[in-house]
């Protein structure tokens, strides 16, 4: 049975940082594209940042670009969004997500995450 567990989201004011962790079981972790995807209340999934089975490619959406950094460590099964620069704009639920290939779309996304809470305030 396969899971994906996120930690580290919460409240922090603007400016601030805060570290996602998702820790994944079940999968053999070093075969899958993992990446980030948020959703604000009323809004779409979106992407946010993705990593490469080994780690040497990375992607981000435009909105995060500079400000975010997707890493993984294969032997601990687990991948991080390191978030500095937070902006009210960046609250949402935060997922994480696995596919064999990586993809811009939510829908190429085998696997989930049960999702976790971040709140900037301003």
């Known amino acids: 049975q396969v899971q994906l567990v996120e930690s580290g989201g919460g409240l922090v004011q603007a400016g601030g940082s805060l570290r996602l962790s998702c820790a994944a079981s079940?999968?053999?972790?070093?075969?899958?594209?993992m990446a980030w995807f948020r959703q604000a209340p009323g809004k779409e999934r979106e992407f946010v940042a993705g990593i490469s089975r080994s780690g040497g490619n990375t992607y981000y959406a435009d909105s995060v670009k500079g400000r975010f950094t997707i890493s993984r460590d294969n032997a601990k099964n687990t991948v991080y969004l390191q978030m500095n620069s937070l902006k009210p704009e960046d609250t949402a639920v935060y997922y994480c997500?696995?596919?064999?290939?990586?993809?811009?779309?939510?829908?190429?996304?085998?696997?989930w995450g049960q999702g976790i809470q971040v709140t900037v305030s301003s």
């Open positions: 079940g999968l053999t972790f070093s075969r899958y594209t």
């Open positions: 997500a696995a596919a064999v290939g990586f993809s811009w779309s939510s829908t190429g996304y085998d696997y």
